[in-house]
């Protein structure tokens, strides 16, 4: 059985930080890329971040980046979202997911992502 597990979530100031983390069982992890996904109420889920198998490529939504850092470590099978200078716009459920490292889409594409965690709340309010 495939789990994917989001955690870190919570409620932060503006300006604040918050690290996101996510673990993945019953795959082989360092078979898959991995990115991370928000969706505020009213409005589509988008791609925040994505961060392939072994570290070599990164991507972030133009609204994260220089704020946001993605990253990994295969022998926890887990990734990390260190989400700095925190904004309200940033207020959403946030969710990771894995996709295999074969496919060459989009990588904000959320339909090439085969599982996908239940999400973890980050709300951005003073």
């Known amino acids: 059985q495939v789990q994917v597990v989001e955690s870190g979530g919570g409620l932060v100031q503006p300006g604040g930080s918050l690290r996101l983390s996510c673990t993945a069982s019953g795959l082989t992890f360092d078979n898959y890329d991995m990115g991370w996904f928000r969706q505020a109420p009213g409005k589509e889920r988008e791609g925040v971040s994505f961060i392939n198998w072994n570290n070599a490529i990164t991507h972030y939504a133009d609204f994260v980046k220089g704020r946001f850092l993605v990253s990994r470590d295969n022998a926890k099978n887990t990734v990390y979202l260190q989400m700095n200078s925190l904004e309200p716009e940033d207020t959403a459920m946030y969710y990771c997911?894995?996709?295999?490292?074969?496919?060459?889409?989009?990588?904000?594409?959320?339909?090439?992502?085969?599982?996908w965690g239940q999400g973890t709340q980050v709300t951005v309010s003073s």
């Open positions: 997911a894995a996709r295999n490292t074969y496919y060459s889409d989009s990588w904000s594409n959320e339909n090439s992502f085969d599982y």
